[in-house]
């Protein structure tokens, strides 16, 4: 046998390292997998929406190329960790956001 060439055994045990390595690589992934499922909740939320900020949320996500329900996700834990005080929105930064809101709509659906 030259240095160049393996037995078949060789080989086979080559090939059972690189399957156990691949199946705990496997298992490491799924149990990651579900660790981040039971960390997250499935709640429906229903929110009645206008249509030009139903409109304004699709475009952006079409723009951000992520599903409308990831940038809602995404928008809702951004404007709590950024509340003031860090816990709730008063009312006037409720009116606030709300006026902010109505702006874009109104600026995305006028004509150019």
Request: net charge negative; hydrophobic share 45%; no cysteine.
């Amino acid at each position: 046998m030259t240095p160049h060439t393996t037995s078949q055994g060789d080989r086979l045990g080559d090939l059972e390292a690189i399957a156990a390595h691949y199946a705990e690589e496997e298992g490491e992934a799924t149990e990651m997998e579900i660790a981040e499922r039971m960390a997250t909740l499935d709640v429906p939320l229903n929110l009645r929406i206008s249509r030009g900020l139903d409109a304004a949320l699709r475009k952006r996500a079409t723009v951000d190329r992520v599903p409308v329900s990831v940038l809602v996700r995404r928008l809702l834990s951004d404007g709590l960790h950024s509340a003031p005080g860090g816990s709730s929105l008063d009312a006037a930064a409720v009116e606030a956001i709300a006026r902010r809101v109505a702006l874009e709509v109104v600026g995305a659906t006028r004509p150019s």
